[in-house]
């Protein structure tokens, strides 16, 4: 309550005021018709005002606002991409049993519309993802996640994240699984048990970044298609993925 105790007081402070001035009007002119015409002229026209400033120009203003942090998160975005996605995700899929399927499913994005994808983020974001990573390939996904250790924890400090719960879920994801693997020591003899919990947290991952990376995908090939087309062009679901433009 005392946090709005001001918004009262300045709300009747106004009112008040706005009374005092109608009684100087009246007692200069003493004119009460013309007083109460424009007052209710001036109440008549609240509705409408409310209507103009808060639902359609505060509207447009809002909607404004949303597309230039969009853009600025997506920048964001295709920086993770760069630096950690793309290396994460051929390494999630290759350890992928099901990884034929998926290429099968997603190897023609380059010729999707923009509502192919659209049905892709539903359709792999309810997929059973499994993987099997072996402890020598868990040794060299550890020492990948921590040498970009400072580049994940920068991006979760960016205050643009906490407008995408989706992509600050897949940081914490990634990022939990940078520390568990840094926790240990060791990745020989490890137990099944252990081995299991962290194929885990790489399915957690796994499923994260290929949703995410559809979605960036997405937004690519709407407003950049010169980085779409590098994109798919290094994409881990085509077999024959190469960065050389050969047509």
């Not at 004119?31 to 424009?38: A, G, L, N, Q, R």
């Not at 404004?64 to 975005?77: A, C, D, F, T």
């Not at 600050?168 to 099944?192: C, G, I, K, Q, Y």
Request: proline share 4%; with cysteine.
């Amino acid at each position: 309550m005392k946090h709005f105790r001001w918004q009262i007081f300045l709300g009747i402070g106004l009112v008040a005021l706005s009374a005092i001035l109608y009684f100087v009007h009246f007692l200069i002119f003493r004119d009460s018709h013309h007083v109460f015409i424009y007052l209710l002229g001036d109440i008549a026209f609240v509705p409408m005002e409310v209507l103009l400033v808060t639902l359609i120009i505060h509207r447009l203003l809002t909607v404004r606002e949303k597309k230039s942090k969009m853009r600025k998160l997506n920048m964001v975005i295709g920086t993770f991409f760069s630096e950690v996605g793309t290396d994460l995700l051929k390494f999630f899929s290759k350890n992928d049993p099901k990884l034929e399927e998926m290429i099968t499913q997603l190897s023609s994005a380059c010729d999707w519309p923009q509502k192919k994808f659209t049905k892709a983020v539903r359709q792999f974001s309810h997929r059973k993802y499994k993987t099997h990573v072996e402890p020598k390939d868990i040794s060299e996904l550890c020492a990948f996640l921590v040498s970009k250790r400072n580049f994940l924890i920068r991006l979760l400090g960016n205050p643009t994240l906490l407008e995408h719960d989706s992509f600050t879920d897949l940081l914490w994801a990634v990022f939990h699984l940078a520390e568990e693997l840094a926790s240990r020591r060791s990745f020989e003899d490890v137990p099944d048990t252990d081995l299991a919990h962290i194929n885990g947290d790489i399915e957690r991952a796994y499923t994260r970044i290929v949703v995410q990376w559809l979605i960036y995908m997405k937004h690519l090939k709407a407003s950049y298609p010169y980085l779409f087309s590098l994109a798919m062009r290094k994409s881990p679901f085509n077999p024959n993925a190469s960065v050389v433009v050969k047509e």
